[in-house]
C-alpha cells in the first residue's frame, strides 16, 4: 500500500514539473544576480586575491633580489695604529746623504694611523639569490594549499548564499499567498455579511449573527494588514541578499510545483567542505615538514657590482666586485624546534581527525535531509487533501445556512476551517521547498 502511495505521489510530482521549471527560470536568473553582486561573497573574492598576490610573493623568494646602496664617511679620532717608517727609514736615508754628499734623501716623521675611514664612499648593486632553502620552498607549497583552501570555502559560502536566496525567495511568495487566502476569506467573511444583513431585516435572524460576522471581517482584516507588512519584510531582506534597494521590486511566477527530490544517491562527497578539510590536512602536513627543515642548512650566493676610494674620485682602482657562497646551519636551539615540530604534528592529527568527522556529519545531514523532505512532502499532500476537504465542506454550509438548515456557528467554523487550512496547506508547500532547498544545500548539488 505504501508502494502505491508513494508511486501515486512521484505521479503527481512529475506533473507539476513543468510549473517547477517555469517558476526555476526566474529564481535562477536572481540566483546568478546574487552570486554576482552579494557583498559578502564580494568580501571573500577579495580574500582570495589576496591569497593569490601572497603565492605570488612566496614564489618571488626564488628569484635574485638586487639591492642598490651607498655610504660615505667622514671620521675623526678613535683607535690609531703606529707605523714607525720614520724610525726604520731615516738611519737609511741619513747614510744615503753622507755617501751622495747632498741632501736628496729628507727626514720622515713616523706615521699614526687611524682605523676609520676619513672621506671614504662605497657604492655598489648587490644580487643575491638562495641556491638551498626548503623553508621557502615549504612556504610557497603552504600558500597553494591555502588557496585551495580558500577557493573551497568561496564555494561553500556560494551555496549558502543560493539556499538562502531560494529560502527568501520561497518565504516571500508563500506570504503572498497568506495573502490572497486572506483576501478569499474576507471576500466570504463579507459575502456571509450581508447574507446574514438580509436575514436579520427579513427576521429570519437574530441581530447577535451580524456582530459576528462584523468581528470576523475586522479579524480578518487585521491578519491581511499584518501580511502585507510581513511581505514588505521579507521582500527587503530577499533584497538584501541580492545587494539591491530594499524596495526593489520582486518578481514571482504565478505557479510553481513541488520541486523534485532527484538524484538520490549523492551522499555529499561533492561538499566543497571536505575538499576545505583536506587543504587544511595538507597546509598542517607542509607545516609540519617546514618545522622539521629548520635541521637543515640554507645555502645563499651574492654577488657585489660597486665602486669606492677617496669621495668624489673615481679611477682605475676605484671599481671592485666581490662574489661569495653563504651557508647557515643551526646546530642547537635549546629543543625550541623540536617542540615546534611537535606542535605542528598535534595540529595536523588534530586537522585529520576533524576531517573524518566532518565526512561522517554531512553523510548524516544528506540522510536527514533526504527524510525531512520526504516527510514535508507526504504533509503537503495530506494539507491539499484536508483543503480541498474544507472547500466543499464550506460550500455546502453555505448552501444549508441559506436554505436555514444550519446554524450560523457551523458556517463560520467552516469559514475559519478554510481559511486555516489554505494558510497550512501554503506553509507546507513552503515547508516543501525549503526541505529541497537544504537537500539540494546537503548534496551539493546545484551547479553554479
Known amino acids: 500500500m505504501r508502494k502505491i502511495k508513494r508511486t501515486l505521489l512521484m505521479v503527481a510530482l512529475f506533473a507539476s514539473m513543468p510549473f517547477y521549471l517555469r517558476a526555476q527560470s526566474t529564481l535562477a536568473k536572481y540566483l546568478d544576480e546574487a552570486l554576482r553582486n552579494n557583498l559578502g561573497l564580494q568580501s571573500a573574492d577579495f580574500a582570495l586575491e589576496k591569497s593569490l598576490y601572497a603565492l605570488k610573493e612566496a614564489k618571488g623568494l626564488f628569484l635574485p633580489d638586487v639591492n642598490f646602496s651607498t655610504q660615505y664617511l667622514a671620521s675623526g679620532g678613535g683607535r690609531k695604529i703606529e707605523i714607525p717608517v720614520g724610525d726604520l727609514l731615516n738611519p737609511v736615508y741619513t747614510s744615503l746623504n753622507n755617501l751622495t754628499g747632498s741632501t736628496k734623501f729628507p727626514q720622515i716623521e713616523n706615521v699614526s694611523q687611524t682605523f676609520n675611514p676619513n672621506n671614504y664612499y662605497d657604492a655598489k648593486v648587490r644580487t643575491s639569490m638562495p641556491l638551498f632553502n626548503a623553508e621557502i620552498t615549504y612556504n610557497t607549497r603552504i600558500r597553494g594549499a591555502q588557496i585551495s583552501l580558500q577557493q573551497a570555502q568561496l564555494s561553500v559560502y556560494k551555496r549558502e548564499l543560493i539556499k538562502n536566496v531560494k529560502v527568501a525567495y520561497y518565504t516571500y511568495q508563500q506570504i503572498l499567498g497568506t495573502i490572497s487566502i486572506l ?266
Open 183 to 448: 483576501e478569499n476569506g474576507l471576500i466570504i467573511a463579507t459575502e456571509n455579511l450581508r447574507i446574514n444583513q438580509t436575514l436579520v431585516k427579513n427576521g429570519k435572524a437574530i441581530r447577535t449573527v451580524v456582530s459576528r460576522a462584523e468581528n470576523e471581517v475586522t479579524g480578518l482584516q487585521a491578519q491581511l494588514q499584518e501580511a502585507r507588512l510581513q511581505v514588505v519584510s521579507a521582500a527587503g531582506y530577499f533584497n538584501f541578499l541580492l545587494n539591491k534597494p530594499l524596495n526593489a521590486v520582486v518578481d514571482i511566477d504565478a505557479n510553481t510545483g513541488i520541486p523534485l527530490l532527484g538524484d538520490t544517491t549523492t551522499t555529499g562527497s561533492r561538499r566543497e567542505e571536505l575538499v576545505a578539510y583536506a587543504s587544511v590536512v595538507k597546509v598542517r602536513s607542509l607545516e609540519t615538514g617546514m618545522r622539521k627543515s629548520a635541521y637543515l642548512p640554507k645555502i645563499n650566493t651574492f654577488l657585489d657590482l660597486g665602486a669606492q676610494g677617496d669621495f668624489l674620485t673615481i679611477n682605475r682602482q676605484s671599481p671592485y666586485y666581490l662574489l661569495g657562497v653563504t651557508a647557515s646551519w643551526q646546530i642547537f636551539a635549546g629543543n625550541q624546534n623540536k617542540n615546534r615540530i611537535q606542535q605542528a604534528a598535534v595540529e595536523q592529527k588534530s586537522a585529520e581527525s576533524q576531517a573524518v568527522e566532518a565526512e561522517k556529519r554531512l553523510a548524516l545531514e544528506a540522510l536527514t535531509a533526504t527524510n525531512t523532505y520526504h516527510a514535508a512532502v507526504e504533509n503537503y499532500t495530506a494539507a491539499v487533501s484536508q483543503a480541498s476537504l474544507s472547500k466543499q465542506y464550506l460550500k455546502d454550509e453555505q448552501r444549508l445556512y441559506k436554505e436555514g438548515q444550519a446554524l450560523y456557528l457551523e458556517l463560520l467554523d467552516a469559514q475559519s476551517r478554510l481559511i486555516s487550512d489554505d494558510i497550512k496547506q501554503s506553509i507546507a508547500f513552503l515547508t516543501v521547498q525549503i526541505r529541497h532547498a537544504e537537500l539540494e544545500r546537503a548534496k551539493a548539488s546545484y551547479q553554479f
